[in-house]
């Protein structure tokens, strides 16, 4: 059943070219737009490029925000179009039906990981020590729980707008708090406390991990294990809370 539901939902997204064009494309041109901003930087001889730390962290998030608001979206449309309702009349179980969406947009999470790492490197040349397998294995990990997060909170939601209003209050204070912006240790108590449950946080230190050693460290891998498994437990919350229908 779950395998069944990821191939209708992925006949779904070949015919919907826009939906295909914001998972593949959007990411890399936001990195496109970054490195950019960059471009012209005065640097110190020796001194790493900001599009170096910046850019890398990007390969994490920007594929999160995509993933949630595409994911959140569609299940919606799934559920108000009372395609939901249909499917779950069949013996096909809540579970095996997130995990079948989780499942489908995962691959394409895939793909889209591939494209935007491989711009990063080969077009702006990221200059890091890991190599990008290992940056696409978390750029993939991130993109996915996206789609968890967008499966979650698509329960919530009565139409694509308030679908959309979940991002400053899920998505946001992600990006906000894990260490973009100011290093996590020079936060307020508070914050800093909240950083460290955040699931982005976790996936931008496996990032700098990877930025700063040439091999996988135990640090990354527990790192992308922790997010790995708030992708599950995620899930699951999701098949708990899914709906027939929005009323």
Same mark, same amino acid.
């Given at each position: ?19 295909? =064009? ?26 790493? /490029? ?7 962290? !990007? ?6 925000? #995509? !993933?949630?608001? *595409? @994911?959140?979206?569609? !299940?919606?449309?799934? /559920?108000? +179009?009372? $395609?939901?309702? /249909? ?14 969406y989780? %499942?489908?947009?995962s691959?394409?999470? +895939?793909?889209? +990981?591939?494209? #935007? @790492? ?20 978390? =750029?993939?990990?991130n993109? *996915?729980?996206?789609? &968890?997060?967008?499966?979650?909170? +698509? ?8 679908? *959309? ?34 699931? %982005?946080?976790f996936?931008?230190? &496996? %990032?700098?991990?990877? &930025?700063?050693?040439?091999? &996988? @460290?135990?640090? !990354?891998?527990?790192?992308?294990? $922790? ?16 709906? /027939?229908?929005?009323?």
């Amino acid at each position: 059943m779950m395998f069944a539901t990821a191939r209708r939902v992925l006949e779904q997204l070949r015919h919907d070219h826009r939906s295909v =064009a914001l998972i593949l494309l959007v990411p890399a041109l936001l990195l496109t737009a970054v490195y950019f901003l960059f471009e012209n930087e005065v640097l110190p001889p020796g001194m790493p /490029r900001t599009f170096d730390r910046i850019g890398l962290m !990007m390969l994490a998030i920007f594929p999160f925000v #995509a !993933m949630f608001l *595409v @994911t959140s979206i569609t !299940m919606l449309r799934e /559920r108000t +179009s009372g $395609t939901l309702e /249909r499917l779950l009349t069949t013996p096909i179980h809540k579970a095996d039906l997130l995990f079948g969406y989780a %499942l489908a947009f995962s691959l394409m999470a +895939s793909l889209q +990981s591939l494209v #935007a @790492t491989a711009v990063a490197y080969w077009v702006f040349n990221l200059d890091i020590k890991g190599g990008p397998g290992l940056v696409v294995m978390i =750029a993939v990990i991130n993109a *996915v729980l996206g789609v &968890a997060l967008g499966l979650l909170c +698509s329960a919530f939601a009565q139409t694509e707008f308030q679908a *959309v209003q979940f991002m400053p209050v899920v998505v946001v204070p992600q990006i906000l708090l894990c260490g973009l912006f100011v290093a996590r240790d020079r936060m307020n108590e508070v914050l800093e406390a909240i950083s460290n449950v955040l699931p %982005l946080t976790f996936s931008v230190d &496996a %990032l700098q991990e990877i &930025a700063g050693h040439s091999d &996988a @460290t135990e640090a !990354m891998w527990r790192d992308a294990g $922790t997010v790995g498994g708030i992708v599950v437990l995620v899930l699951v919350l999701a098949s708990l809370t899914l709906r /027939r229908r929005t009323a």
